[in-house]
């Protein structure tokens, strides 16, 4: 275990990636010759995981699924924005084409990206994107100003992005739709633990619009 960890962090090349390809196609052959035979005819994932860029939080190992088990979108700190045309690209295909049944949101605790948007240096091009971050923190000012302890407030932020994703994702018409068609879907808020490996479930799980304001909610679309 140590010295995998090792091998991946000091021996990382552009060469070595492709060698790892070839060795992994060869194991996986070994284990089962029709692997890529039934992969390539075609996926239908239960899950959609919208997760941190992080290279620490893969959506696969970290479930211990395999490849055609979850549908994925990541972004820096996970963050949930109703102007994303990537994030609601995949959600729509997702929702409407491959019909997964639960849409998960996984952010995680030592989030760089969350820790950056609570800090007010400048970091680049990406403050513009950590602004959503920011505007969570100003949605929830009193909850996390009367945090003292820094790594704490962090982590209430990382969960309250975690949440604010949640609902941002039920505020669009993709996942209203699905629901007043009767369809049945989940989502869910997660974040994940560098430190113990473990997921915790932050409860926030909907699958109807009822939790949201009125403002939110959206009539069935009109037919033509
Ligand atoms: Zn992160």
């Not at 971050?133 to 932020?157: A, G, M, N, P, Q």
């Amino acid at each position: 275990m140590c010295a995998k960890i090792e091998h991946h962090t000091n021996e990382i090349t552009y060469e070595s990636l492709l060698q790892g390809n070839k060795d992994w196609v060869a194991e996986t052959l070994l284990e089962d010759p029709a692997y890529f035979d039934k992969l390539a005819a075609g996926q239908k994932p239960p899950i959609l995981w919208i997760g941190c860029s992080d290279s620490r939080v893969p959506a696969n190992q970290i479930t211990n699924t395999n490849p055609g088990d979850i549908f994925v979108h990541r972004n820096i700190a996970n963050v949930v924005v109703h102007t994303d045309m990537n994030l609601l690209s995949v959600l729509d295909y997702a929702v409407n084409i491959l019909e997964v049944e639960h849409v998960i949101i996984c952010g995680h605790y030592g989030c760089g990206g969350v820790e950056a948007a609570l800090s007010n240096k400048q970091h680049g091009i990406i403050d513009n994107w950590l602004r959503n971050i920011k505007d969570t923190y100003r949605l929830h000012y009193h909850e996390l100003d009367i945090i003292s302890d820094h790594k704490k407030r962090v982590e209430r932020l990382t969960e309250l992005n975690v949440i604010e994703g949640v609902f941002n994702l039920t505020k669009s018409s993709i996942i209203q739709n699905r629901w007043s068609s009767g369809k049945k879907l989940g989502v869910h808020g997660w974040v994940y633990s560098l430190n113990s490996g473990l997921i915790k479930d932050l409860n926030v799980s909907c699958e109807a619009n009822n939790h949201l304001g009125n403002v939110f909610k959206m009539d069935e679309p009109v037919i033509k």
